[in-house]
């Protein structure tokens, strides 16, 4: 069965650091997959979406950035981190090719920036 | 441009009730899929119910049900005899279109529902 790890699952982090969030799928090949990030608890941002290695879309311009060095690996980074940035991280995968099909959820990582 | 409407931004009930989520959604393809997703508080979001766009038969899980009408673009989810472990955000969400003969998988989510189910 498939499954989707992300970490860490809480990081407190000064302004102007940088970060590094990591994402890996297990028992799928070639999976879409997502980065969301969610404020106060309510709707879910798209920050990044990748198709295949090396294949990033920005759903919306800001300081964060997105790698894809492996097939079932996906990386959220930002070299300074800003007050703005904290929220609840989301990394996401479905089935690729094939429309319709659902996103699976990793558990997330809470990011407080001080 | 597709977009998912969840109108009800907070709803509490008291255990044993019934309770009746709704979502609108708008698209112009007329393949489409829509999906019911629970965010508990320990924050993971759960997957729960996809239904595609020819497929308009209610369906039935437990305590859960969804009501899907074409005709009002409507996607309902009702959960009969709510429990406290019911509470949650609620999120509905629509497939995108495929673009340049490629599914990228993106869904359109709405803005949430959070149920609160009182003791």
């Known amino acids: 069965s498939q499954t989707i790890h992300q970490w860490p699952a809480t990081l407190v982090q000064p302004v102007g650091s940088p970060l590094s969030l990591e994402c890996t799928v297990e028992?799928?090949?070639?999976?879409?997959l997502y980065w969301y990030r969610q404020a106060a608890g309510r709707g879910l941002q798209l920050l990044f979406y990748?198709?295949?290695?090396?294949?990033i879309s920005s759903e919306v311009p800001q300081n964060l950035s997105a790698s894809r060095p492996q097939d079932r690996q996906f990386i959220l980074s930002s070299k300074k981190l800003l007050l703005s940035d904290s929220g609840f991280y989301l990394c996401?995968?479905?089935?690729?090719?094939?429309?319709?099909?659902?996103?699976?959820f990793g558990d997330g990582t809470r990011l407080s920036i001080l | 441009a597709q977009k998912v409407t969840q109108a009800q931004t907070e709803i509490s009930v008291v255990e044993k009730e019934d309770v009746t989520l709704d979502c609108v959604y708008e698209?112009?393809?007329?393949?489409?899929?829509l999906f019911w997703y629970k965010q508990p508080p320990s924050g993971e979001l759960v997957f729960l119910i996809r239904?595609?766009?020819?497929?308009?038969q209610n369906e039935i899980s437990g305590r859960y049900s969804w009501n899907f009408q074409k005709s009002t673009s409507s996607f309902n989810f009702t959960i009969t005899a709510s429990q406290v472990v019911d509470s949650a955000v609620y999120f509905c969400?629509?497939?995108?279109?495929?673009?340049?003969?490629?599914?990228?998988?993106?869904?359109?989510f709405g803005q949430g529902t959070i149920l609160t189910v009182h003791p």
């Open positions: 239904r595609n766009s020819f497929d308009e």
């Open positions: 969400a629509l497939s995108e279109r495929i673009s340049g003969g490629t599914s990228y998988g993106k869904l359109t």
């Open positions: 990748s198709v295949g290695i090396g294949q």
């Open positions: 996401a995968w479905s089935v690729g090719q094939v429309m319709g099909q659902p996103q699976h």
């Open positions: 698209t112009r393809d007329t393949t489409y899929y």
């Open positions: 028992g799928t090949s070639n999976p879409n």
